[in-house]
């Protein structure tokens, strides 16, 4: 029934809203469109990109037809019966975006961030996302270059350069798209090589934080069977962040904290560098090279080779001292919004090769076989700083006994200095798919195989370099030689046109998924007090007695730990040797009306899927005893599949004679076992003392971990519309709405145990008192009734707007302001929807614009803007979380970008 009051109420709002614009633009709808393409001719061309936002040829004209590939075929966008978006290379030029992330905030439900870790791309369609960005996560979001899926995270990350269209489908894509996805599916298609000659076009923008940024394309017609396309482009930009040397020494006497001059924090990466290098920096290029060859008018083959580099310091979070005024986490008094204070300054060092090749082959008029072939290489190393100095930033209020005791100091420590690596990692893919095009008159089918292989490797490290009771180093090594994801699938779709207007479509994939560990291994798992990491080149001492002394940040050298890859300082490594297997059918089921050459509606149901997994083995009760007196077992932690089901209604319609374009879809999706990934509760054991835990450790008789869990169900109701309008000559007006309304039900299982002790200091609502009941599987958590709350990082409402028009000057020359306005609501980053003061996981609304004004020579033979990105400098957080007690850290937009962009073809 909840289902049944959801839609009618949805429907009944999209009936609304478009009809107040329908009814008055119906009459002057064109009542003579063009047919759509041919099917078997369009299925081996080129989507051509959506025509410029600017040009003589645009102004106060028609809106330009789009084509998308969203369906395997080139079809119209207004006649394709999916919620899809699309911008061209134009369009991503003026938002002045060159990865996907510089889309955060542009389309309906959508929202795009970038990971703090792995220097991965976070992207969360309709509530749906993937918080596992590790080589054993898959992402909720399918990324596709080409129509060819990307596995790994990290290459949404890479340069979008010379495109021909960016396109985004919001909903499960359990049909036809590469590897299955609960979410959506992100589709970067490039500009080919064409016939029409040799020519090229070049383009710089140079901005404040000193960016230079420049990109260069040149297309050659060898001949009229081959033709060559190469382009290259390059970033740099200074770090925003105002990043200052760590070299902090802990005060507190009483405690035996006595300052010696010497700085506690670990100093073995401390160096002095330029702003160049600083965190929130950009250092990027990439080039592509690409063939297009006839064999002859039947049969076309085409490769393209393409190589990025990224040598960045990584993202970075800052101290949210609004959040924490007056507490006694409050920011000290002149402390910035960028200010970081770092003692292992970021470097990654990512590079991603890639081969794509295929043949496109028409074996006759209604027959087309296409086969695609890819190959990917991606190598990283990387380092962050995780605590980034927060902890120095107020004072800490210091508990329990000095470390130079029998049992050491369980309190709250006047220093954390944490830092990860990847030390070295290689992501090895190949996709294959084959299609199978054919229309027998009203009917038109595409089938299809997939098959995608995956062997990565990883030696990965994180280091706490003062650790409690004894402030010795605690350190896990994860070295991951072989780690192998398998993903096959067959799949068709047809689409039949039953009746004068009406087409129903039926589609099915098959899906098998497989991931193995082989020879995987993890060294210091449960490492307190071993003195290994040392090397032999220090000892504190034995604590209790005389001489014991906690290392100094100068004592730590790189012939240390996991520096020097010497796994035997660790001890014997537990074996990560396992294999799992995943099957599931998804389908989709449509019916599609064309009510008029210019109108259309559709319905739809569609279903998708998550593949499960596993982590590194483990003890279910870390080598103690269980609560129930006996010992743990051998576990791997796994998880399941995650599923969705989408109820989809749309709309999509050109009026006013072709000058506004309207879509509105309404949907309603049904999501089962989530996975969320994070520290979570694994089993409550006994305390290696025996003894009741002491209030400053009202969690030691609980063992958690890093995993991933399924959990509960989800609602997820919601409406999304986008336009476009040309009200008048030179001008455009485009925009979308999106509403969601996320409802988390059946999550029995959810501890609320976030910053108990810090709520209790601030008066804020306490934790839950933990379970002790019968349900062994309840045991120890701090369960909390979030049905009824919404997912993370999804935000209610959603409003973008955009503005340009276009002024003829003399001589050809054209001028041309441009305004666009994003507003977001507010948004959660936890299942908890905690909305407390001062320590509230949640971000208030906010908006955000941009502006430019853009002077196009006669012809467009060159150009020039000027820009400004964020005007008002927003200092809106993407994300927020506590650290280290109640100090408060987050994610920001990036501040006030200005320049100006100069381009010229040839």
Known sequence: MRFRRTMISLAVASACSLAAAVTPLSAHAQAGANAETDPAAAANATPPAEAPTLGPTNAGDQIPEVKVTATRYSTSLLRTPLAVSAFSQEQLTRKGATSLRDLANEIPNVVIESGSLDSAVQVTIRGITSSNFTETGDPAVGFHVDGMYSPRPQGAQALMFDIDQVEVLRGPQGTLFGRNSTGGSINVISAKPDFSGTYGKANIDIGNYRKKQVSVVQNVAVNDKLALRGTFMVVRRDGYANQMRDLSEANAPEYGWVPNGKPDVDQRFNAVIGKDKFYTNQDQWAARLSALYKVNQDLTLRAAYEHFQDNGAGGADFRDCAATVGTRYACAPGTGKWDLLINVPGSV??????????????????????????????????????????????????NGMYPNTPTGNWGTWPMKDVFHRTLDSRYLSTVHEAQLKQTFGPLQYVAGLFWMHERNSIDYEMTETIQKPFGDVGSVLYHQPNRQVDAKAAFAQADWKFAPGWTGTLGARYSRDSKEDQGGEVYGANWIGSPNYYNGLYSQGTPGTPGFHVHDGTDLTPAMGGSVGAYHLYGSPTSNDHKETWKKVTWRVGLQKQFTPNQMGYASVSTGYKAGGFADKTDSCNYQMCADGKPGVVTFLPYGPETVTNFELGYKGKFLDNRLSLSATAFFMKYKDMQLTGTYFINQIIPAAGLPCPSDQPKCDVYEGWRTINVGKVDIPGLEIEWDYRPWRGARFGGGFAFINTDVHDFKEFSDDYQCDVRVELGIEPCPTAYAGPDKALIGRRLYNVDGNHLPNTPKYQVNLNFSQEFALENGYRITPYVKVNWRDKAYFDMRNSEFAHIGRYQKAYAMGDMSARLDAPNDKWYAELYVRNVSNSHAAKNRDSVNGGFMKANFVEPRMFGVRLGAEY
Not at 364 to 393: C, L, W
């Open 349 to 398: 060092d990512m590079q991603i090769r890639t081969l794509r090749t295929g043949l496109s082959w028409t074996i006759n008029p209604d027959t087309t076989f296409d086969y695609t072939f890819q190959v990917a290489d991606q190598k990283r190393s990387e380092i962050t700083d995780d605590d980034r100095g927060m902890q120095h930033a107020a004072p800490f209020q210091v």
